[in-house]
Nanobody
């Protein structure tokens, strides 16, 4: 069983930055792909970024150039650095462990989410 715990969300003004963390416990973190997804009110959950076990990264077009996903295997932690935040980035952000894809259904384990609010 894998448990994931996100942190780092909050309220920030447009143009600001936040760094989200996702700490994993359970099976080998270093062999898992980690994905970040987000869900805004009234919208479906959408892919944000993913990183595989050899640290190849993938991004949604909407965040490319602004967000950076990374991982620190020794700390069983993945990060999502978010810069130049926009009001449309407001959502609950979830990390997930599983296959490295853009589809939420391909991920087996999910955290509880951390809320990000970007004010204009």
């Amino acid at each position: 069983q894998v448990q994931l715990v996100e942190s780092g969300g909050g309220v920030v003004q447009a143009g600001g930055s936040l760094r989200l963390s996702c700490v994993s416990s359970g099976r080998a973190f270093s062999s898992s792909a980690i994905g970040w997804f987000r869900q805004a009110p009234g919208k479906e959950r959408e892919f944000v970024a993913a990183i595989n076990w050899v640290e190849t990264t993938y991004y949604a077009d909407s965040v490319k150039g602004r967000f950076t996903i990374s991982r620190h295997n020794d700390k069983n932690t993945a990060y999502l650095q978010m810069n130049n935040l926009k009001p449309e980035d407001t959502a609950v952000y979830y990390c997930a462990a599983g296959a490295v894809t853009t589809k939420s259904t391909d991920y087996d384990y999910w955290g509880q989410g951390t809320r990000v609010t970007v004010s204009s």
